[in-house]
């Protein structure tokens, strides 16, 4: 993900993402820029839920990511568990999981619709899946 992606999400979602450089955090968000609404969004959901399970901010069972990256075509965003908040734990796990199906259904590059072409492992619109291949988008 660019930069300035990169940092919207760190400046917008700075709790969430503290301590990123004491764990693979510290790569960044090894995914393409067409994620980033998703990823937003679901920053978003990760943090409401939080609240909704009487934590703030500046709790330190406050929710702290720990990777984002794409595989195998989808979203992989990776959240340390929080001792003792088990129903935490299990909400963000839906989400988390939620997140990664509908990346298998929106282009890692633009954001546009699209599909996971399999001889690539990624998920990308038709346009994107033409630029690596003429035969992939199939299906
Ligand atoms: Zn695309």
């Not at 075509?73 to 997140?99: H, K």
């Not at 282009?107 to 492992?121: I, N």
Request: net charge positive.
């Amino acid at each position: 993900m660019n930069a300035a992606l990169s940092k919207k999400l760190l400046d917008v979602f700075p709790m969430l993402f503290r301590n990123r450089h004491e764990s693979s955090m510290q790569r960044g968000f090894v995914c393409g820029d067409g994620w980033f609404e998703l990823i937003y969004t679901l920053c978003q959901d990760i943090e409401a839920v939080a609240c909704q399970n009487g934590l703030t901010p500046d709790s330190p069972e406050w929710p702290k990511c720990r990777q984002v990256k794409e595989k195998f075509g989808s979203l992989r965003f990776v959240v340390f568990a929080v001792d003792g908040l088990t129903g935490l734990n299990e909400r963000i796990s839906e989400l988390r999981l939620a997140a990664l199906n509908q990346s298998l259904q929106i282009c890692e590059q633009c954001g546009r619709p699209g599909k996971l072409v399999r001889v690539r492992m990624a998920t990308l619109c038709l346009e994107h899946a033409r630029q690596i291949s003429t035969d992939c988008y199939l299906g």
